[in-house]
């Protein structure tokens, strides 16, 4: 057996130069820096890797750990990155490059939207040469947080941030139509000393007229359509503007006149861009189109550069009206449906829970989105938002219609859901397919769980509108008539002794459009934005009405339901 002593003599024995050949450690570190300079990440930490521990003779332990970190980082690993950042300060907390450490660290977390975590991070370093840098990294994260409520938080832990401040008043613009967004957004311009006009729009001076003309850019395709009787492929332009040039005579026995000049687009973007070149398109009051998506950006860049205001009609999309401070959606926009039946659900269910279910469409996860965070804001609780593709329709009834009881007569009286546990549904769909099936599933539970849907739904034949009244849907419906409505009775005797058949939905849409507009025109001029800015209810006459309060797109969605195979108002809007 070798005693302890033995070992202890053996040891003074081994060559120094033995120790030496184990590592050096200012070859290795230039070695492994250098690798990472050519961007052999993976080379360098390897190489750098033994530098890391400390030892009485290593000088390149922190920078070691630095470099080994920011290869980790450039390869993706960045839970590795974030550790060895994280051992380095806390090993060496008063190395003098401990604010690029922290700096790192702040975009590792912004990064990985670990929000507040990286601007605690960020706010840690000394060095005020790095303002420059720290500024330009938090604006590039900050840029995607939207939430409000987020930014606000921010705001009161870093109030001397101008960065986070900006990120909220370019958040806060785009919520012009709450009163309290609005008024927190002019205190903050005017704290950081920012231009006005580019949150809040100027518009020129209305001017008032005797008569307004008013011109709408609309695929008629007067020299392709089939002169039969049946329907043509256009049908709902074409119906859009019988109602519109009814309600131009309408508006004339009031005494306000409208000069109606249609435009025949081809659906042709030159055709557009050579009408839009005209002396009497320069001129118009107001514009009214396209139908088509391809269509859009001739005509917002032409009422952009000539200050001419412009509705379209049938769209939903934001996009569509962009930032340019003369154009409207006639329609809300896919985020006030969402917000407002988020609004609507959490104030009407009980159980303040819910499911959603939308479809594969951007225009469906949009909609599914801006609803799962107005309702979360409004305290429901989420418990699934799904994604239904043609394969997965049989989720949703396993979701909502599993049964795991049946009574005598083997119908089910129980589910995996729980009977009576599900405030509501909200359907981000126009697709029969999913509709019917969350439709179905929630019949089959015979509870009081409320489905929300859209008005889109009336115009299919996927069920028989009696059907609506024996189940407990509502639907989000600013364009719906109600019968009851005696507006609607006399519109329609006036139409059919105008065309000879009955309107459609589109029919009453461009009628309403046109009443709408028309008084626009007539109570405030060219430039009526202003005016709306200051009405939040502007009646309507076949629909409930519109509100453009501080905003470009139609802010009041009614909600109705089918009782006795009729429409009825279950909520006006007008509070949301």
Request: overall charge positive; hydrophobic content about 40%.
């Amino acid at each position: 057996m070798i005693s302890r002593k033995l070992i202890v003599c053996l040891s003074f024995l081994i060559p120094v130069s033995a120790f030496a050949q184990v590592i050096d450690y200012n070859k290795q570190f230039f070695n492994g820096k250098q690798l990472f300079r050519e961007g052999k990440y993976n080379l360098a930490m390897e190489t750098l890797k033994p530098l890391i521990p400390y030892a009485s003779n290593n000088q390149f332990s922190e920078y070691a750990s630095f470099y080994y970190a920011l290869a980790a980082h450039n390869q993706g690993y960045m839970a590795v990155s974030k550790d060895m950042f994280n051992q380095l300060k806390s090993l060496h907390p008063a190395w003098d490059k401990i604010d690029e450490v922290n700096f790192w660290l702040g975009k590792i977390y912004l990064d990985s939207k670990d929000y507040f975590q990286g601007l605690k991070m960020l706010s840690s370093i000394k060095d005020k040469k790095m303002e420059k840098d720290i500024d330009a990294l938090k604006a590039k994260a900050l840029v995607n947080v939207t939430d409000i409520e987020t930014l606000k938080m921010m705001r009161e832990e870093y109030p001397k941030d101008e960065v986070v401040g900006k990120a909220l008043v370019a958040a806060l613009a785009k919520d012009m139509a709450n009163v309290e967004s609005r008024t927190l957004l002019e205190s903050l311009i005017s704290q950081y000393g920012l231009k006005k006009t580019d949150y809040f729009p100027e518009t020129p001076k209305s001017t008032m007229k005797d008569s307004y003309s008013v011109g709408v850019m609309f695929p008629f395709l007067v020299n392709t359509l089939d002169p039969t009787p049946g329907r043509k492929r256009n049908q709902i332009v074409l119906d859009f503007y019988e109602g519109m040039q009814l309600a131009v005579d309408t508006l004339a026995q009031q005494n306000v006149k409208i000069s109606l000049r249609a435009y025949d687009t081809d659906r042709n973007v030159e055709k557009i861009k050579s009408l839009l070149n005209t002396d009497e398109l320069k001129s118009i009051d107001l514009l009214v189109g396209p139908f088509f998506p391809e269509e859009n950006k001739p005509i917002q860049d032409f009422s952009l550069a000539n200050k001419i205001n412009v509705f379209n009609p049938f769209s939903n999309n934001s996009d569509v009206i962009g930032n340019n401070p003369y154009a409207f959606l006639y329609q809300p926009s896919i985020e006030t449906l969402g917000k407002k039946s988020g609004e609507f659900m959490a104030s009407t269910v009980r159980k303040k829970n819910c499911l959603v279910f939308y479809g594969t469409s951007r225009r469906d996860s949009l909609l599914a989105a801006t609803f799962v965070e107005k309702a979360r804001e409004k305290g429901m609780k989420v418990l699934g938002s799904h994604r239904i593709v043609k394969e997965s329709l049989p989720k949703i009834v396993n979701i909502l219609a599993t049964p795991t009881e049946y009574d005598e007569f083997r119908y089910p009286k129980q589910f995996t859901l729980r009977k009576d546990s599900l405030g509501g549904v909200f359907v981000a769909s126009d697709d029969a397919l999913i509709y019917t099936k969350v439709l179905g599933a929630v019949d089959t539970r015979g509870d009081s769980a409320m489905v929300i849907g859209s008005e889109d739904w009336l115009e299919q034949t996927a069920l028989e509108l009696d059907k609506y009244s024996s189940l407990p849907v509502v639907f989000m419906a600013p364009n719906t008539p109600l019968t009851s409505n005696p507006h609607l009775s006399a519109f329609i005797a006036k139409f059919v002794r105008a065309h000879g058949h009955t309107p459609s939905l589109y029919s009453m849409m461009g009628y309403e459009f046109m009443l709408f507009a028309g008084n626009q025109l007539k109570k405030n001029g060219v430039y009526f934005q202003e005016a709306m800015n200051k009405e939040k209810i502007i009646n309507g006459y076949l629909t409930q009405g519109f509100n453009y309060q501080f905003s470009r797109d139609n802010q009041l969605v009614p909600f109705i339901r089918f009782r006795h195979g009729k429409a009825v108002v279950v909520d006006k809007g007008a509070n949301r």
